[in-house]
Nanobody
Framework: VQLQASGGGMVQAGGSLRLSCAASGRDFSNYALGWFRQAPGKERRIVAAMRWNGARTVYADSVKGRFTISRDSAKNMVYLQMNSLKPEDTAVYYC??????????WGQGTLVTVSS
């Protein structure tokens, strides 16, 4: 299983970025996929997640209304559109896949830096 994240970078406050996660190596139809982030010196926290069938999405309160998670099931891609970015969004963002009763899969992180 491989989760390949991309799309991080540096942006000014108020700007936008779109993260992409390419998922491969198994059938993810019974999984939830999404994004966590970890800021320097802080714990890794969930940002957004969705069931692969798109039935449910969840967002951290801090990103509601600014971030949107989506997926392209035909391409096995998960996206995180991040708008109105704030300096406090600066973190390493990790793509993950999770299913109840199974160990989660993690991708490598992609760094997002938001300058004020």
């Amino acid at each position: 299983v491989q989760l390949q994240a991309s799309g991080g970078g540096m942006v000014q406050a108020g700007g936008s970025l779109r993260l992409s996660c390419a998922a491969s190596g198994r059938d993810f139809s019974n999984y939830a996929l999404g994004w966590f982030r970890q800021a320097p010196g802080k714990e890794r926290r969930i940002v957004a997640a969705m069931r692969w069938n798109g039935a449910r999405t969840v967002y951290a309160d801090s990103v509601k209304g600014r971030f949107t998670i989506s997926r392209d099931s035909a391409k096995n891609m998960v996206y995180l559109q991040m708008n109105s970015l704030k300096p406090e969004d600066t973190a390493v963002y990790y793509c993950y896949a999770w299913r109840a009763g199974y160990n989660p899969y993690w991708g490598q992180g992609t760094l997002v830096t938001v300058s004020s």
